[in-house]
């Protein structure tokens, strides 16, 4: 079965800083998906991760994946208050079944 | 665009009412899926179905049915509403191995 985690689950970060989220995943997979969700709101496609060693940057927001490590990575440059909000991973198993999403990371962007 | 609607944002209904809960989508998608999402539980996949009049159970489908009788249109059943299905519910489509699009989302709140 395949499991999806995140972390951290909660990020409090200070305006201009740099962090990264972690999205690891238990078995192989060829499809990585980030979105973002704010508050009340619906989530949005950010990313779509398609291969070992792909980079997608949108922003101030660049995701990597590395399938060999089942790893994937949401970096967070020069963080501005916008960028609050929670971010899934979610992960598509082999074959035709629906996606594993990761618990979510609520991040806070602070002044 | 990818646009996936759902019939009502917000709705309130009472103990044991009978609620129908549409998703429509316009991209021809195959896939089709409905989640809920609860604080601190994350997304949780209640139904999907891969084809018109067909439908595989998820994570959690018990008080609920779906039907799909037409490919763009995917509507979600609560046979007599309890309050703990008071919840977020979230519809989303998917063409296989392409990103996954998600409604604005339906707040029901059962009394």
């Known amino acids: 079965e395949l499991k999806v985690e995140q972390n951290p689950l909660f990020l409090s970060m200070q305006e201009g800083k740099n962090y990264t989220i972690y999205c690891n995943y238990s078995t192989t997979s060829d499809r990585l998906y980030w979105y973002r969700q704010d508050p009340g709101k619906s989530l949005e496609s950010l990313f779509v991760l398609l291969s070992n060693g792909a980079v997608k940057q949108e922003g101030r927001l660049m995701a990597s994946l590395d399938t060999k490590a089942r790893l994937s990575t949401l970096h967070i440059t020069a963080a501005v208050h916008d960028l609050s909000a929670t971010y899934f991973c979610?992960?598509?198993?082999?074959?035709?079944?629906?996606?594993?999403f990761g618990k979510g990371t609520r991040l806070s962007v602070i002044a | 665009d990818v646009k996936v609607t759902q019939s009502s944002r917000y709705l309130v209904k009472r103990t044991g009412e009978k609620v129908f809960l549409e998703c429509v989508q316009d991209m021809d998608h195959e896939n089709m899926f409905w989640y809920r999402q609860d604080p601190g539980l994350g997304l949780r996949l209640i139904y999907f179905?891969?084809?018109?009049?067909?439908?595989e159970k998820g994570d959690i489908p018990e008080g609920y049915s779906v039907s799909r009788e037409k490919k763009e249109r995917f509507s979600l059943i609560l046979e007599s509403a309890s309050t703990n299905q008071t919840s977020m519910y979230l519809c989303?489509?998917?063409?296989?191995?392409?990103?996954?699009?998600f409604g604005p989302g339906t707040r029901l709140l059962v009394l």
């Open positions: 989303a489509s998917l063409r296989s191995g392409e990103t996954q699009y």
């Open positions: 979610a992960v598509a198993p082999s074959g035709n079944t629906p996606l594993v």
């Open positions: 179905s891969y084809d018109v009049k067909m439908k």
